[in-house]
């Protein structure tokens, strides 16, 4: 019989803002999965570090940290490597930052996985949520239309999914800040926006936008607007 | 010394997914409150009901479930009952189903007591990534922009942001379904879209959209929509 492969939610970055879900299936598992940077530890991994047990197998994928889609193979050579543990009927949990299913690499692995293996995914908190938390204001409310965007979309794609939401998200902000700033200010939301970098980690930064200074904004930040405050 | 007030998102529904940052808070307050509707329990206080210590004192806001904004009257009533506790120095956490800032009543309880009082939010599992480990699909992927809308809006909103998003979640659901089929058939995305109802719970609900009948679908339901399915 076949493993189970598990894709499991670790969250934004506290390690409490795991699930028990997440934590007890951690400890019921012989292997563990995460994506890595091409030289360095997996954001997901540190996260969960404390919940892995001694003793498990662990498959490290790296990927490298460009931008711009990742090639194919690398996730066929990654799933082919997961598939052999769950053949071997071995459960597999892959550790993922945040959410497996919002804007997560998990995506490329659960393609090629489920349909061949039984899977199971554990939701968990994502960076939307702690950073509104982090921020001390809400996200959306009753009726608002909420615009979850990536900064890496272009400049008139942002303003006009910005300028017809009530509220945004803009994620993986990092390099594109200066951008953000210029376009933002365009839209007269300068005012509105709050950035938020490393959420719920020891080195969280919360700052209304218009206080920013120059900062080189890591990958982990976000800036939310909300046309209601 | 004041108390300090306490946003805890539970999760979406199984006790499991609850936060161990939640649970721990729960285990540490004196005075818990919660939101329910006139009669009948609180879903938010179901999800948490095993976590709450015994002894604790319970505040229930009841929440008249009628469409439309509430009286301002009932949210400053509530939060004079909970500043009650706080000015006698004791800590309460208010439990808010999913995450306290994502379209939740919490916010208006914030707003009253967050510039009298110190206030920590812990972000919760919210139903949007819950339905999309329910329907096994990923809700965004890489630079996809997601639109995350309530039913409630008007037809003329609702398939602007549709038809304009490349993925979306629609929230409450409920009586508003054999509105949103139609609406999502004359933009041709009902083969994109999944409903979900009261993801992870033991009534849990997935269907294709598609061969979906004609169901009377609860409050706390969710249609998925997906463009590149």
Redesign the interface.
């Known amino acids: 019989m076949s493993g189970r492969l598990y894709?499991i939610?670790v969250?934004?970055g506290?390690?409490?803002?795991?699930?028990?879900?997440a934590?007890?299936i951690l400890s019921e598992v012989p292997v563990v999965a995460c994506l890595a940077p091409e030289d360095g530890e997996s954001t997901a991994r540190a996260i969960a570090a404390q919940f892995i047990p001694a003793g498990c197998a662990e498959i490290v994928i790296r990927v490298p940290m460009r931008p711009g889609?990742e090639p194919a193979s690398l996730y066929d050579d990654a799933a082919e490597k997961i598939a052999a543990y769950l053949s071997d009927g071995r459960d597999v949990a892959v550790l993922c930052g945040g959410?497996?299913?919002?804007?997560?690499s998990f995506?490329y692995l659960?393609d090629r996985l489920?349909p061949r293996f039984s899977?199971t995914?554990?939701?968990?908190?994502?960076s939307?949520?702690?950073c509104?938390?982090a921020s001390?204001?809400?996200?959306?409310?009753?009726?608002?239309?909420?615009?979850?965007?990536?900064a890496?979309?272009p400049d008139a794609?942002l303003k006009?999914?910005l300028a017809?939401a009530d509220s945004a998200a803009i994620l993986k902000v990092g390099r594109h800040l200066p951008r953000l700033k210029a376009l933002l200010a365009e839209l007269g939301l300068t005012e509105a926006s709050t950035y938020v970098a490393h959420a719920?980690r020891a080195d969280e930064h919360v700052a209304a936008l218009a206080d920013l200074g120059d900062t080189a904004a890591p990958y982990f930040s976000m800036i939310l607007v909300s046309k209601a405050r």
């Open positions: 894709g939610g969250g934004p506290d390690p409490e803002l795991m699930t028990l879900k934590v007890r889609p959410d497996p299913f919002l804007y997560g995506a659960h489920a899977c995914i554990v939701p968990g908190v994502t939307l949520t702690a509104a938390a001390g204001g809400a996200l959306a409310r009753r009726d608002a239309a909420l615009a979850v965007v990536p890496t979309l794609e006009r999914r017809d719920t």
